[in-house]
């Protein structure tokens, strides 16, 4: 069983940051990747950023410039430093990991940006 814990959400001034984390664990062999999504009130989950075990990145175009994911020391950590926040990243904030066999998701953080 693997369990994923995310922090750091909050309410913030537009033009402000955040720093999300995210930490797995239990039985966890090898991590193919891990992932920050959100989910806006009546909209779907969306990537915001993933990075591959390699430690290649991808991001959501919406936020491309303004967020950036990385890995903590211990690999299965993962963070998400949030920039120049706009009104329209307001959401849930999920972190994703993805095992060889198995994908886990957290219980997400709400992220509030006020204009």
């Known amino acids: 069983q693997v369990h994923v814990v995310e922090s750091g959400g909050g309410l913030v001034q537009a033009g402000g940051s955040l720093r999300l984390s995210c930490a797995a664990s239990g039985t966890i062999f090898t991590i193919n990747r891990m992932g920050w999504y959100r989910q806006a009130p009546g909209k779907q989950r969306e990537l915001v950023a993933e990075?591959?075990?390699?430690?290649?990145?991808n991001y959501a175009d919406s936020v491309k410039g303004r967020f950036t994911i990385s890995r903590g020391n211990a690999k299965n950590t993962v963070y998400l430093q949030m920039n120049s926040l706009k009104p329209e990243d307001t959401a849930v904030y999920y972190c994703?990991?993805?095992?060889?066999?198995?994908?886990?998701w957290g219980q997400g953080t709400q992220v509030t940006v006020s204009s």
């Open positions: 994703k990991v993805v095992l060889l066999t198995a994908n886990y």
């Open positions: 990075i591959q075990s390699g430690g290649s990145t």
